[in-house]
């Protein structure tokens, strides 16, 4: 079971605003940073969101990021075909000594 | 361009051995922090390990603990993973992936390299 708690699976439509969550704890999202990779079948993952609400270059702003307390969110606007993929939030752990990943969340566009 | 290259992967014995690689390009590799990210077949993202820049501090999940070490050589921009002891849930794709150097961790992955452990 993974230190951080996503939704196994999401599903929207064209168009549709679609969010995941991302449940940690005091040790982990609580007091650091976290971050998003979108990984598309058969590839290797890509940073979508840095810093909680960070965009690297060349990532559309439909893409967001948001923290509050142990917990954060990714939200996709204005979704695209191109957007079903596998999501993962990643924080590092002063606990743990670690960094660790969300069980990721398996996008669907409807 | 920053390019991360694994090599090293392949079909091992349970209790076996095995060296990865990781080839750094397009970016001054001794500035950054390095990991290795691995996925087994059909599942999620596990971090396994990561280093610091001149290697003073090293960090493990536990289940690697006393089996794998992570090492580098900034005169060679390369990334290593000496595995020991491989168990069958060792199994899974290996990447290279940038981490702490610019703020923004887990920006470049290599494609991977896959290591089976099976008898």
């Known amino acids: 079971q993974s230190v951080l708690t996503q939704p196994p699976s999401a599903s929207g439509t064209p168009g549709q605003r679609v969010t995941i969550s991302c449940s940690g704890s005091?040790?982990?999202?609580?007091?650091?940073?976290v971050y998003w990779c979108r990984q598309l079948p058969g590839t290797a993952p890509k940073l979508l969101i840095y810093a909680n609400n960070q965009r690297p270059s060349g990532v559309p702003d439909r893409f967001s990021g948001s923290k509050s307390g142990t917990s954060a969110s990714l939200a996709i606007s204005g979704l695209l075909s191109e957007d079903e993929a596998d999501y993962y939030c990643?924080?590092?752990?002063?606990?743990?000594?670690?960094?660790?990943f969300g069980g990721g969340t398996k996008l669907t566009v409807l | 361009e920053v390019q991360l290259v694994e090599s090293g992967g392949g079909l091992v014995q349970p209790g076996g051995s095995l060296r990865l690689s990781c080839a750094a390009s397009g970016f001054t590799f001794r500035n950054y922090w390095m990991s290795w990210v691995r996925q087994a077949p059909g599942k999620g993202l596990e971090w396994v390990a990561n280093?610091?820049?001149?290697?003073?501090?090293?960090y493990y999940v536990d289940s690697v603990k006393g089996r794998f070490t992570i090492s580098r050589d900034n005169t060679k921009n390369s990334l290593y993973l000496q595995m020991k002891n491989l168990r069958a849930e060792d199994t899974a794709l290996y990447y290279c992936v940038r981490d702490w150097g610019s703020g923004t961790p887990f920006d470049y992955w290599g494609q991977g390299t896959l290591v089976t452990v099976s008898s």
């Open positions: 005091s040790s982990n999202i609580g007091v650091n940073y």
């Open positions: 280093i610091k820049q001149d290697g003073s501090e090293i």
């Open positions: 990643v924080v590092w752990d002063d606990r743990l000594t670690a960094w660790v």
